[in-house]
């Protein structure tokens, strides 16, 4: 059992009391076992601070720093701040049409995997073409993740390299 799990257990208990639905925004959690799960986080090393200070995760700890977008683009060699970052484009805090962040999808695909090349849209849907198929299927599925993380959906096919 991990100091996480029990966290997400109080969590999930704290859900349930708290009336959600009738919006209450907190629910406050005492007792010696509440006090037993911040003394043993506290004592986990790389936690700062006492009391619920210690519950706050930051860095690798923080399974939720990034937003949807921002992770699925570094689970696909993309990390937010970079300069490949850069290179592909940033998401605008103003509404994107379509094509734009299917094109961002595209160069996030396409990092790191040179010969193989991307045609078509959103609207019309994607070839991938690469000499060797296994790397063609590679790109296919990075494709599919990467606008999956620019919220959008559309057929993606292999093509061979000719067509």
């Known amino acids: 059992m991990t100091t996480r799990g029990v966290v997400d257990e109080l969590a999930a208990a704290a859900d349930l009391v708290r009336g959600k639905a009738d919006g209450v925004p907190a629910a406050l959690l005492r007792g010696p076992a509440v006090r037993a799960l911040v003394i043993a986080t506290a004592a986990d090393p790389g936690q700062g601070g006492t009391?619920?200070?210690?519950?706050?995760?930051?860095?690798?700890?923080d399974w939720f720093a990034l937003g949807h977008r921002e992770a699925v683009r570094a689970a696909l060699g993309v990390a937010p701040g970079s300069a490949r970052a850069e290179e592909v484009g940033i998401a605008?805090?103003?509404?994107?049409?379509?094509?734009?962040?299917?094109?961002?999808?595209?160069?996030?695909?396409?990092?790191?995997?040179?010969?193989?090349?991307?045609?078509g849209s959103a609207a019309g849907g994607y070839a991938v073409s690469a000499p060797d198929p296994v790397l063609a299927g590679r790109v296919a599925a990075r494709l599919e993740v990467a606008l999956a993380g620019e919220d959008l959906t559309g057929p993606v096919r292999v093509v061979p390299p000719d067509a």
């Open 51 to 61: 009391g619920a200070a210690a519950l706050v995760r930051t860095g690798p700890g």
């Open 92 to 119: 605008s805090v103003a509404p994107e049409d379509e094509e734009v962040r299917g094109a961002r999808a595209v160069r996030v695909a396409l990092v790191g995997h040179d010969g193989a090349s991307v045609g």
